[in-house]
């Protein structure tokens, strides 16, 4: 089982609507923190366009957590608490999307579970600007990086684009702001899909 793919061979803005369909179908669930999965992917995209991040790293942060969709098809996989490395959901939101974005966009958001586990061995101070909920799950995803892995994640080519990605999600957990919805953002959606699929 690989998961579900979108399918690349939609017109831009059916990807965008189909899109929009999972975050109908979704985005009101709950995923430990003390706002839904909605709110928290739009809040991180418009932390990302406070931040002045690219148009890749604002739509990367609005679909960073896609993965978390399809989660009740993967469940099976968990054993002692743990996800199989494959069906983690940051991999299963980077395969959903990557047939129809491209790596500006899919890479950071592959790499924004890695990052919280970077951050927390280089920086001081980041494991405890966490959420409770964040804290628990570094625990299933493997703690704090070690030294050789801080060097290797460091000299990744899109290492920079996924920190931008990952304090957009950190702060993107507020309770009750006013934020853009989803619509907001159809336009660049549509722009940040592939170029040759854009054409077609």
């Not at 395969?95 to 491209?102: M, N």
């Not at 101070?125 to 704090?144: F, I, M, N, R, T």
Request: overall charge negative; glycine content about 8%; charged content about 25%.
């Amino acid at each position: 089982m690989n998961g579900p793919v979108l399918d690349n061979r939609l017109a831009p803005a059916a990807i965008y609507e189909e899109l929009a369909k999972l975050f109908e179908k979704f985005g009101d669930e709950q995923y430990g923190e003390a706002i839904t999965q909605r709110e928290h992917m739009l809040q991180s995209a418009h932390m990302a366009e406070e931040r002045g991040e690219s148009d890749a790293i604002v739509v990367a942060a609005l679909l960073h957590d896609v993965g978390h969709f399809f989660s009740p098809q993967t469940e099976e996989l968990v054993s002692d608490g743990r996800p199989e490395q494959n069906f983690c959901h940051e991999v299963l939101g980077a395969r959903f999307l990557e047939s129809c974005f491209g790596p500006e966009v899919i890479v950071p958001i592959q790499l924004h579970v890695a990052v919280k586990r970077y951050l927390c061995s280089v920086e001081e101070g980041y494991y405890e600007s966490l959420s409770e909920a964040s804290k628990h799950s570094l625990v299933l995803q493997g703690g704090p990086m070690t030294p050789a892995q801080v060097e290797k994640f460091s000299a990744g080519k899109h290492s920079d684009a996924a920190i931008g990605l990952r304090y957009c999600d950190d702060h993107g957990k507020q309770v009750g702001i006013d934020i853009p919805g989803l619509e907001y953002y159809r336009e660049l959606i549509i722009k940040m899909v592939k170029k040759d699929l854009r054409a077609a």
